[in-house]
């Protein structure tokens, strides 16, 4: 079994601040994680996504998440937010577990952007 | 362009009034998937399909059917819709027949249906 914990389902930050919108992640195989985007009024699109090799992955619109396997975590962040980031985003897993894998998702982040 | 298409995009219907929700993907991918998308709950599987005419059940099936035909529609059928299926629904694909752990799932625009 796999599942996704995201902590925080609203964060605000200021344009020009850090974004961190935090992921947990439990598998009991090894996984790959993804960071999916929601713009209003769109479907998902994806941000970023880990699967084997190096362990600080970088995604499109300056994001980048580190999958880190002691702490079972892969935390999205980006050094400074845009107006254009406020969007609900959403951590998912997957794993190989038979015929057929299987896409877990977190409960997602609505991230806020202030001037 | 590659992508995947849901029709229709917005539906408000009435109890027990059969509908079908449209998706369509240009990718030749094995694998699709509809998901429904609730506050609170993100998205949740309700059926997958690995190849024409191969379907399997997802996390919420209930009150749900689907078709596999062609490779490239996987329409969502709702024989009695209720309004507790009220919700926002999104159709995936990807390249892998098992719908590959590693592989990009790419989504439609989604659908938002209303039941009365």
């Known amino acids: 079994a796999q599942s996704v914990t995201q902590l925080g389902s609203h964060v605000s930050v200021s344009e020009g601040a850090l974004v961190l919108l935090r992921c947990n992640y439990s598998s009991s195989v090894p996984p790959y994680l993804f960071w999916y985007v929601q713009y209003p009024n769109q479907g998902l699109q994806l941000l970023l996504k880990y699967t084997t090799g190096a362990t600080l992955v970088k995604g499109i619109n300056g994001f980048e998440a580190e999958f880190k396997k002691s702490e079972t975590s892969f935390h999205l962040t980006k050094p400074s937010a845009h107006m254009s980031d406020a969007a609900e985003y959403f951590c998912a897993v997957s794993a190989n577990t038979g015929t057929a894998s299987k896409l877990t998702f977190g409960t997602g982040t609505r991230l806020q952007v202030t001037l | 362009e590659a992508q995947v298409t849901q029709n229709p995009r917005y539906l408000i219907t009435v109890t027990g009034k059969k509908l079908t929700v449209t998706c369509s993907q240009n990718m030749n991918h094995e694998y699709m998937s509809w998901y429904r998308q609730d506050p609170g709950l993100g998205l949740r599987q309700i059926y997958y399909s690995m190849n024409v005419e191969v379907t399997d059940k997802g996390d919420v099936p209930e009150g749900y059917k689907v078709s596999r035909k062609e490779k490239r529609n996987f329409p969502l059928i709702l024989e009695s819709p209720s309004p507790n299926q009220t919700s926002l629904y999104f159709c995936?694909?990807?390249?892998?027949?098992?719908?590959?752990?590693?592989?990009?799932?790419?989504f439609g625009p989604g659908t938002r249906l209303t039941v009365l």
């Open positions: 995936a694909s990807s390249l892998s027949r098992g719908g590959g752990a590693s592989d990009t799932q790419y």
